[in-house]
């Protein structure tokens, strides 16, 4: 497992949803030391704090584990899945379009 990779997808999640380290230490109920730590690779999150992370980031934790996955295009197609269910049926359609119009 790459504990680099690893720390860098948590700290890309993190800036997608514009928390700060501390913010999300707090959330997760860290300190913002042991958050640097982690996003920096220098340690492996005890998994009830990875939950803890990826639960606050709002992503699955094979999206961080990603590299570590077999199945990580599964976990992506899971999320589109997901993410798009939760959009009316008229943006669902333009999305389907889209992606038409882009693998075609």
């Known amino acids: 497992m790459d504990q680099v990779a690893i720390g860098a997808r948590i ?3 993190r800036e ?3 928390l700060t380290q501390e913010q999300l230490a707090e959330i997760v109920d860290i300190s913002p030391t042991h958050m640097s730590v982690i ?3 220098v340690k492996t999150p005890k998994l009830d704090t990875f939950i803890r992370i990826a639960n606050a980031l709002g ?3 094979d999206a ?3 590299d570590g996955v077999e199945h990580a295009n599964d976990s992506i197609m899971a ?3 997901v993410r798009i269910g939760r959009l009316p049926q008229k943006e669902q359609n333009r999305i389907l379009n889209a992606i038409r119009a882009l693998t075609e």
């Open 11 to 13: 700290k890309a999640a």
């Open 16 to 18: 997608r949803v514009h």
């Open 39 to 41: 996003e920096r690779g």
């Open 59 to 61: 992503v699955s934790a």
């Open 64 to 66: 961080l584990l990603q």
């Open 79 to 81: 999320e589109l899945s």
